[in-house]
């Protein structure tokens, strides 16, 4: 049974980066698409960015505009979001899921999910 599990949050200041980390076991991450998403207090999680098993990316939330990059190492079955010219609105728990082959744009469809990782941006 495939598990995720992110790492990689912490507290920064704004105007920096932190790359998460999202570690797969159990199961190859080849066959999955990954996306990334976030929830901040009292908001509905949103999803971020998916890369599919043919590594094509999707951008799913206007925020991303240049800053963050997903990625991902299929020989670690690990996927990546690097977060550049971090704000305080981006404070969330970052979550990693998976959602089949390919990208979704609907949060039902990732049905695995990582436990998150807390991102707190402040001076």
């Known amino acids: 049974q495939l598990q995720l599990v992110e790492s990689g949050g912490g507290l920064v200041q704004p105007g920096e980066s932190l790359r998460l980390s999202c570690a797969a076991s159990?199961?190859?991450?080849?066959?999955?698409?990954i996306g990334w998403i976030r929830q901040a207090p009292g908001k509905e999680r949103e999803l971020i960015s998916c890369?599919?098993?043919?590594?094509?990316?999707?951008h799913y939330a206007d925020f991303v505009k240049g800053r963050f990059t997903i990625s991902r190492d299929n020989v670690r079955d690990t996927a990546y979001l690097d977060l550049n010219s971090l704000r305080p609105e981006d404070s969330a728990v970052y979550y990693c899921a998976t959602s089949g082959a390919y990208c979704s744009g609907s949060l039902w469809d990732y049905d695995t999910w990582g436990q998150g990782t807390q991102v707190t941006v402040s001076s």
């Open positions: 890369i599919d098993i043919g590594d094509e990316v999707t």
């Open positions: 159990g199961r190859p991450l080849d066959y999955s698409a």
